[in-house]
């Protein structure tokens, strides 16, 4: 058994703590938190089990290292704290751990990452003997495995396009949808996720991932955007009002560029309410889906629909990238200390756990 930290408890460390439970090669040793209120609560209850598992959670960094965990699931945030979520992963792998992470973009092409990024890192892992493998769902297995996986069933392949379509009320994080995607605000306040260059800092290393894996050479990336106001004001379950004439849907498309022609896409198309930009692809049931669309011979599209904590789409998505990193930790245990990407690591089947359940 694999002693696995869980670090972190929002959204995706409460999904890390089901699926480090349900794995039958690793064992829950410790669960860190940042809060102080959560400190001493049984990690069954925070992480939505509905009974405990004996694992006390602690705010105590130091001592859970000490220990020497052999895996580190590092479910902190790192989108507004990107610095010390790298301080955080370095640490760990320090200590001699496999840490596997949604929370750092530039790192799931790791080796096109930043120097300021990559370097810190590959000093850890010489220093301390352990790994990290950053990947997640959009960005990660929705467009790197996935559409690569499905590429392999065509004759002839045109584009490859992944896409993201969702109903961002639905999403747990609302100072994201509002701030950083923007939703809410007036047609003139420039969203951080939204601003030149930072959709191609997300999304960019997955198209070159791709590329890499085609054996194709890239001319460009560029960026589309495309913003739409509410024609009305829209009220939702779980955020409340957005007025009329505020950005209510946002479509933008990430291309890697092949002779001059965008073959390797990745579009988001987002939206506070279903009444906003009705003449743009849905999801099949109006709430969330993942979908690779490979144009070509023959035409494939496959979608993609995940739920989860009460049939929550957003929830959904969040137990399959944490499922796609927790699966990781044996093979990576078994790999030399490194650095790695979503081409190094395969994809593998719940080996161990069809029809298991703990008990």
């Not at 069954?44 to 705010?59: H, M, N, P, Y």
């Not at 392949?157 to 961002?168: G, K, P, S």
């Not at 959709?199 to 791709?210: D, F, K």
Request: hydrophobic fraction near 40%.
């Amino acid at each position: 058994m694999i002693p696995t930290v869980v670090w972190g408890t929002g959204n995706v460390g409460r999904a890390a703590i089901r699926a480090v439970e349900a794995h039958p090669a690793l064992t829950l040793t410790a669960v860190l938190v940042h809060d102080p209120a959560k400190a001493g609560r049984d990690a069954g209850e925070l992480g939505g089990l509905g009974r405990t598992l004996g694992v006390a959670a602690t705010d105590d960094i130091a001592a859970v290292l000490a220990a020497r965990p052999r895996a580190v699931v590092y479910a902190a945030s790192g989108d507004i704290r990107p610095d010390d979520a790298l301080a955080d992963i370095g640490r760990a792998i320090r200590s001699g751990a496999v840490v596997v992470t949604p929370s750092l973009y530039p790192l799931y092409d790791q080796r096109n990452a930043p120097p300021e990024l990559r370097d810190p890192v590959l000093a850890a892992v010489a220093e301390g003997g352990g790994s990290l493998f950053v990947s997640g769902v959009d960005p990660g297995w929705g467009n790197d495995v996935l559409p690569l996986l499905i590429s392999g069933l065509g004759t002839e392949v045109d584009v490859i396009r992944c896409q993201e379509i969702f109903d961002y009320s639905t999403y747990e994080q609302e100072d994201a949808v509002r701030h950083l995607i923007g939703m809410g605000h007036p047609m003139d306040y420039q969203p951080l996720m939204l601003a030149e260059s930072v959709p191609t800092m997300v999304w960019g290393g997955q198209i070159r991932l791709m590329a890499r894996a085609l054996g194709v050479e890239l001319d460009e990336i560029r960026e589309t955007l495309d913003r739409r106001a509410l024609e009305s004001e829209v009220h939702t379950r779980t955020m409340g009002s957005f007025a009329r004439g505020t950005q209510g849907a946002v479509r933008f498309e990430v291309q890697g560029i092949v002779g001059g022609v965008p073959r390797i896409v990745i579009e988001h198309i987002t939206r506070i309410h279903a009444s906003c930009a009705p003449d743009w692809p849905s999801p099949p049931d109006g709430v969330g889906a993942h979908r690779v669309v490979i144009e070509g011979r023959p035409r494939i599209e496959v979608t993609v629909e995940a739920s989860d904590e009460g049939e929550n789409r957003s929830a959904g998505g969040n137990a399959t990238a944490v499922g796609r990193l927790v699966s990781a930790i044996d093979w990576l245990v078994d790999a030399k200390p490194g650095l790695y990407d979503a081409l190094d690591v395969p994809l593998r089947p719940a080996v161990g756990r069809l029809g298991r359940r703990p008990a």
